[in-house]
């Protein structure tokens, strides 16, 4: 290929990256208050603005900043920490953002992040898609699943702005940077969540009350019980008037499973006990002095969501 073909090659490509965030701007807010600055996304023509969940924790109200300069005061209606997502409502009416499918995202896939947490000109990063799916345990509550991760460095202020894909249309909600890789909420968990938010149903996860810790299943214990596989849940401690004590599991049981899903760690764990899960009653396998049990539990709400 000739020097020639390769710089109209290169410049093809970085007019289409310019081009995606000219588009993209318009839709990347800031959010800040008390000196904590994120990004936000315009998510409608009504108001409503998009944000990570710790970005706003515990404020009711912020400042979003406008590409163009401009500030307004937006109300936070309500936020779920379970998926790091938050719901502001501003008067103002800007450009809303244009949303993708998460579902076909592939590895490899170029995607771009952008922020605006200064309320100036947005900023953008780019890579790729690294992993699809994933589970990811985080401080903003019980973790994420079917994250999205990116190489594309998420710089201080870009938690709550949006990863996009080549035709700038919004894929994933930035919410952390960590071990040099980017994690985004997928736009379809977004979507759910925002729809619940804004209806006022409960958004959260179901609630069991133990402390446990992924322990392996010693191999004469699994073949002198039946039990097909090679770890579990061990609980460490049960929640005083939690469901899980009402239920009977104790410290020292085994979790195995739960309405026949095995439970080999946390993830399974976390991806099992979705919002649907609240108030229904669950049957628990659990391991306790060498014997396989059944249990019946009915799960909570987790303390998550405001």
Do not use: C
């Not at 379809?188 to 409960?202: F, M, R």
């Amino acid at each position: 290929m000739s020097n020639t073909s390769s710089v109209g090659i290169l410049e093809t490509f970085s007019s289409a990256v310019e081009n995606v965030a000219k588009t993209v701007s318009p839709s990347v807010v800031s959010v800040s208050s008390d000196g904590r600055n994120g990004t936000g996304i315009v998510w409608d023509d009504q108001g409503h603005v998009v944000t990570a969940y710790h970005v706003v924790q515990g404020l009711d109200e912020v400042e979003v900043g406008s590409n163009s300069g401009e500030t307004f005061t937006a109300k936070v209606i309500v936020r779920d920490s379970a998926s790091d997502v938050a719901l502001l409502k501003m008067e103002a009416k800007l450009s809303p953002i244009a949303k993708g499918d998460s579902d076909s995202l592939r590895v490899g896939q170029f995607v771009m992040a952008l922020a605006n947490p200064y309320a100036t000109k947005a900023s953008a990063t780019s890579g790729i898609i690294t992993s699809v799916k994933r589970s990811i345990g985080g401080w903003w509550g019980a973790g994420i699943e079917d994250a999205v991760v990116t190489d594309a460095r998420l710089n201080p202020g870009y938690s709550g702005g949006p990863l996009v894909d080549a035709s700038g249309r919004m894929v994933a909600l930035n919410i952390a940077y960590m071990s040099s890789r980017g994690i985004a909420v997928p736009i379809k968990k977004v979507s759910a969540t925002v729809e619940k938010l804004a209806s006022g149903k409960a958004v959260g996860r179901a609630y069991l009350g133990i402390v446990s810790h992924p322990i392996p299943i010693p191999e004469d214990v699994a073949k002198g019980t039946g039990i097909d596989q090679e770890s579990g849940l061990i609980v460490l401690s049960v929640e005083a008037g939690s469901a899980a004590k009402t239920g009977g599991l104790s410290f020292g049981d085994v979790v195995l499973g739960l309405d026949g899903n095995p439970t080999t760690g946390f993830h399974d764990l976390r991806r099992f006990l979705t919002d649907e899960k609240i108030g229904k009653p669950l049957k628990v396998k659990v391991l306790r002095g060498g014997r396989v049990e059944e249990l019946s539990v009915t799960p909570g709400s987790a303390p998550e969501s405001e």
